[in-house]
């Protein structure tokens, strides 16, 4: 028997879940090795967490100033609020902390027989690992997992080596706020920050390769959010190419492709939101006979193993979806397959998704493209938010419902939601895709009056009525 029964390298969201699922199977002596970001990884420090919190900072300064009650429109509210960019940073690094040490640091020291090392972990053979630290090793492990994560990827354009540029690491750090912001890509990083960033009183544009934002969605989806956010005064050049980039003291400027006309930008920061790149360099994983794709992502089975049987693999340097919910499960059954030979496998169709901006965007399953793929045929319907007695109610002016179905059977397939609060009603979504329910279950089901989940029922129901001439009060 090795030195531990099982090596993580990483300490994000997929190492903790691996080393907690290792604990709870109590299978010996398990070892983490975390280096680059502090212990938690990307959702903690610079993701999910920090930027929920600059995000809520923001609107609970915009919307005052902005209410959608023409009884509010000339509120009682005399003095705009002071935006202390630097105080803000300074409550969501407290909050941050706080956090690390609980969901993290404290975690860890509880894990029964969990080792936790801070330093960078590279492959010496197949089933040896040596430790790059103050005080070196090499370890052996009978199983091992890689999961450390990735970093956003910086495209090839002319000029960038030459000018400062943002990540989401430094966007949320900045000491001051940028009076005019570029944003590079429509995805849900992009979107959240350009919003983040409008709220706090930047002029923004955002530039986006694809046709249309947030390309993966469906394409009702990415209007809807797109016109929410250019009523903001976000501005968007979609169809649009960043071609060159440089730096003038303070000012940068940009050269942009807008459907074949060149276009000149000046501005004063530009956040780089294209993507990301696994963090796989450096980890030497031919030595543990480890594959990866052309851009570096760890290839592995449906089981999260990878080419050497000993070697699994979770979370962002896979691939799958970059997101924390997902680098979580991955890990958990990464450790679990690793650990007692089963052989669990994650049906990322049954996966939510969410963008926090406002309102929100959430979906899950498959479009109605996809759908049209595979079989040929589909059938959809796409309420708007108007259509919601609690969107006429709150005089809500953008969100829609979309569900996707198979015809053959009227089972739930697809569901794509802008609306406030959009990120809690996708749970239902993702219950009728996992539980094979169909339309019938979501009309059947007696929903809270009135709320935003109702949507979902309505939008239910617009495959078997015309919802716009409807009562609330239909059981």
Known sequence: MKQYQLAIIGGGAAAFAAATKAADLN????????????????????????????????????????????SL????????????????????????????????????????????VEGRGRFVSSNAV???AQTSRTIEADKFIVATGSRAAIPPIKGIEKVKYLTNIEALSLKTVPERLLVLGGGPLG??????????????????????VLPLEEPEVSREIQRALEDEGIQFM?????????????????????????????????????????????????????????????????YLRTANPDIYAAGDCVGKMALETVAAKEGAIAAENALTGSAKAINY??????????????????????????????SCRTVPISSIPKGRALREKHGIVKLVINPHNAEVVGVGIVSP???????????????????YDLIDTVHVFPTFSEGLKIAALAFTRDVSKMSCCIG
């Not at 630097?86 to 509880?110: C, F, M, P, T, W």
């Not at 919003?195 to 694809?210: A, K, N, P, T, W």
Request: aromatic share 6%; hydrophobic share 40%.
């Open 27 to 70: 299978v010996g002596k398990v070892i983490m090795i975390n280096s680059g970001l502090p212990i938690g990884g990307t959702c903690i420090n610079v993701g999910c967490v920090p930027s929920k919190v600059l995000l809520e900072i923001g609107a609970k300064l915009y919307y005052p100033w902005n209410p959608g009650f023409k």
């Open 349 to 378: 169709e049954q996966i939510p998704h969410a963008v926090f901006t406002t309102p929100q965007v959430a979906s899950v399953g498959i479009t109605e493209a996809e759908l049209m793929r595979r079989i040929k045929v589909c």
């Open 73 to 116: 429109q000339s509120s009682a509210i005399q003095i705009k609020p002071r935006v202390n960019i630097a105080e803000i940073i300074n409550e969501k690094d407290e909050i941050v902390e706080s956090l690390r040490q609980s969901n993290y640091r404290d975690v860890v020291s509880a894990l029964k027989n969990v080792e936790f």
């Open 238 to 302: 979609t169809s649009s190419k960043l071609l060159e980039i440089s730096s003038n003291g303070q000012l940068k400027h940009a050269k942009v492709d807008r459907g074949g006309d060149v276009v000149e930008l000046d501005f004063d920061e530009i956040l780089i939101a294209t993507g990301v790149k696994p963090n796989t360099n450096g980890l030497n994983l031919e030595s543990g006979i480890v594959k990866t794709s052309r851009r570096g992502f760890i290839e592995t089975d449906e």
């Open 130 to 132: 040596e430790i790059i």
């Open 191 to 212: 979107l959240e920050f350009a919003q983040m960033y409008r709220h706090f009183g930047s002029d923004v544009l955002l530039i986006e390769m694809e046709k249309r």
């Open 421 to 439: 609060n959009a990120s809690e009603m996708i749970h239902e979504a993702t219950l009728a895709i996992r539980n094979k329910m169909t339309i």
